[in-house]
């Protein structure tokens, strides 16, 4: 199947998803509890990678996550997703957090992750993806951006 293999731009596999926060979202202080965000993040990193590859996908590592700011209940968490990086099985994600209060309109950037996946073959094998295509200056250089912090991460693991 090489045709699975052709370049696919960075646009093709963005996403973003939204979701509004609700009382059953809070941590003990009254915010949106940490675990819940991790938990969106990680799965819109994985619907990018999932897009970009055609592929089911599983989380392999993800890096240190900072919350900047509380995200509030009532308030839009909305992530937005994209490719940064492929290897022959692994793909970075980089996941941008925004809460939105719906009633004012005021956008809070409250955190930025990177995670990596390695896309899977039906018998659950690490599997081949396309590789990633730069169409914008600033797209370049995220993914020179992605692929040092991937050669750190090998590093690290070695
Ligand atoms: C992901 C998994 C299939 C990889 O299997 P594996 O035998 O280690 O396969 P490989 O060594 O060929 O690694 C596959 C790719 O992952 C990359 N990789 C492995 N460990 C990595 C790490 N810590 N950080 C970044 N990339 C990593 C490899 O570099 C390779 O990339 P490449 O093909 O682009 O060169 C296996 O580790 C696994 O099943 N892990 C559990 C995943 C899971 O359950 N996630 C949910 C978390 S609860």
Redesign the pocket.
């Known amino acids: 199947m090489t045709d699975t293999l052709a370049p696919k731009t960075m646009r093709a596999s963005r996403v973003t998803i939204s979701q509004l926060m609700h009382p059953e979202h809070a941590n003990l202080l009254g915010n949106v509890h940490g675990g819940w965000i991790m938990k969106l993040v990680d799965e819109a990193g994985a619907l990018a990678c999932m897009r970009h590859a055609q592929k089911k996908v599983?989380?392999?590592?993800i890096d240190s996550m900072t919350f900047r700011e509380p995200i509030r209940i009532g308030d839009l968490i909305i992530l937005n997703a994209e490719v940064t990086y492929t290897?022959?099985?692994?793909m970075e994600a980089e996941v941008q957090v925004l809460a939105e209060n719906p009633i004012t309109g005021e956008r809070t950037h409250t955190n930025t992750a990177w995670l990596?996946y390695?896309a899977?073959d039906d018998e659950g094998k690490?599997a081949p993806v396309p590789p990633l295509k730069a169409e914008t200056d600033d797209e370049k250089r995220k993914m020179a951006e992605a692929l040092q912090r991937?050669e750190r991460?090998?590093q690290q693991?070695k």
Not at 87 to 90: F, I, K, V, Y
Request: charged letters at 20%; aromatic letters at 0%; proline letters at 6%.
């Open positions: 599983v989380t392999v590592a290897g022959r099985t692994s990596v390695v899977l690490p991937q991460r090998l693991k």
